[in-house]
């Protein structure tokens, strides 16, 4: 078999060898055929909309994270944004010192069980240092993620990781472990996010023994590596206005439709992020739909509204945590490869959609209710109550933690009168029935008595409720422990 060479086109290679009924392969008959990709034919508008509308689903992560990065090439030192969100130049971190402010909108479904860092990396200008400070024996994480949000190291209590530094490098990083690096991880893009979590309880004595360790959490470009510690008052930083602050109930709007199938929107996305394995031809027909919609302005306008459709329409559903992953007992759900996605498209999108940079899933299982024992929307103008049996609090490893953690419609803190926003592990009031069980109330009013302690604060609206288990034991990984229902209180 000849082969034709179509240097016009874009096109895959790769090995063909017929099989026959049985599956084994016919002897002498392998061959190497050449897959083209598009070759620019006339692209109908309803064709164009059909491409348009997976190409807004798959793409939504990507551009996603693409501009966030954006937005953080303007940051000009470490600073808190309004106060509540931490920022920082390309390539560097900031920390806050104590838990996530409920006016913070730039992240949706934070925690406050922790206290959270965040910083974007570009591995194309640098590599970067990670500075891992001694934690003794205080539960941590340090979250790395790339442009798809899967994740790329292994840092935290649960890995053993030790105090030091240790280095990620873009997908095109050559070299050798620098002298005074403990360990090298690599990123698939240059886009990558680094997000530390620090366990923090919720007293006044340990929001003090925290501040040591955090102050010591760094990231920096390689050139800044001198083998020392380097220490930072992060309760010292500016705190800058931010023009959209307030404008919104919900998390800020981090993709636009109206400007999605661009060059430079899905078109840089298509540059900076390789093309995972099988994923060459969309690659092709995404490309090939940007030339046409370039070409042909009836086309732009129609896949411009495809994505206003796909993002009015379709994305709402994706938002909702009931929807991600899979069904568990009592109308629980739950992702079952958080920060390990690869081509699962569905479950990368309800994710960043809803409650973006999640964990690895050996790292943290997320287990996400909207409804009641009866399958009814939980709304905090009526009351509820979440009994764990003895033993039964969400099973973590040594060190581990749990939550449970009440928001808002729109996967946010609504503020309450006591500023509780979770339960669990940090909580050490929390009250034990006489059984050994341990009961929640769930409810805006605050309940009298010793059922104060175990009350969780709930808006008079439809709510959501998050039960985090960090570290999580086997019996969490493998689903033979099963949470309990909410229970709607007659």
């Known amino acids: 078999m000849s082969l034709v060479t179509l240097t016009t086109l874009p096109m895959l290679c790769f090995a063909n060898t017929p099989m026959d009924a049985s599956g084994k392969a016919r002897q002498g008959q392998g061959a190497v055929t050449t897959v083209t990709g598009p070759a620019g034919s006339i692209m109908p508008v309803g064709y164009a909309e059909s491409v348009a509308a997976f190409a807004y689903v798959w793409g939504w992560p990507l551009v996603n994270m693409h501009n966030r990065q954006q937005v953080f090439t303007k940051v000009p030192k470490q600073l808190l944004l309004a106060g509540v969100m931490p920022a920082a130049p390309i390539n560097h971190l900031t920390m806050l010192t104590d838990y996530v402010s409920p006016q913070m909108r730039d992240v ?3 925690n406050q069980d922790v206290v959270y860092g965040f910083g974007i990396l570009d591995l194309a200008k640098s590599p970067v240092i990670v500075q891992v400070p001694n934690f003794k024996n205080r539960f941590w994480t340090m979250m790395v993620e790339d442009q798809r949000t899967d994740s790329l190291a292994q840092l935290g209590s649960m890995h053993g990781t030790q105090s030091g530094f240790y280095m990620i490098v873009g997908p095109d990083w050559q070299g050798d472990k620098p002298a005074g690096v403990t360990n090298i991880f690599r990123s698939s893009t240059n886009l990558a996010v680094v997000a530390p979590r620090v366990f923090m309880q919720d007293t006044p004595e340990d929001r003090i023994a925290v501040q040591e360790p955090i102050a010591q959490i760094a990231v920096y470009p390689f050139a800044d590596f001198d083998g020392t510690m380097k220490s930072t008052d992060w309760k010292s930083l500016p705190h800058v206005p931010d023009p959209n602050a307030g404008k919104t109930a919900g998390e800020k709007a981090w993709v636009k439709p109206e400007t999605f199938f661009t060059d430079a929107q ?10 995972l394995a099988g994923e060459e031809a969309l690659y092709q027909q995404f490309g090939e739909l940007l030339k046409q919609a370039k070409a042909h302005p009836e086309i ?9 459709d796909v993002e009015k329409n379709v994305l709402p559903d994706l938002f909702r945590l009931e929807n991600i992953g899979k069904r568990i007992a009592h109308g629980w759900a739950k992702p079952m490869n958080n920060g390990r996605f690869g081509t699962d498209y569905l479950t990368r999108l309800e994710v960043a959609k809803s409650n973006i940079f999640t964990n690895d899933y050996l790292e943290t299982n997320y287990l996400y209710q909207y409804n009641d024992q009866n399958g009814q929307r939980i709304n905090g103008n009526y009351e509820y109550t979440l009994t764990f049996a003895k033993g039964q609090t969400p099973p973590v490893v040594k060190n581990g933690f749990w939550s449970l953690t009440m928001y808002d419609h729109n996967h946010f803190f609504h503020q309450n009168e006591i500023n509780r926003y979770s339960v669990g592990t940090k909580n050490k009031s929390l009250k034990y029935n006489a059984d050994g069980s341990l009961t929640i109330y769930i409810q805006n009013q605050c309940p009298s008595g010793d059922k104060v302690s175990n009350w969780l604060p709930a808006p008079k609206d439809d709510i959501a409720m998050t039960i985090r288990a960090y570290a999580p ?3 969490l990984l493998n689903n033979t422990w099963q949470p309990p229902a909410v229970v709607k209180v007659e």
Do not use: Y
């Open 108 to 110: 949706a479904h934070p």
């Open 266 to 275: 899905l078109g840089a996305v298509l540059k900076e992020v390789p093309p």
């Open 300 to 308: 732009q306008q129609a896949i411009t509204k495809v994505a206003q």
């Open 473 to 475: 034991a086997e019996a």
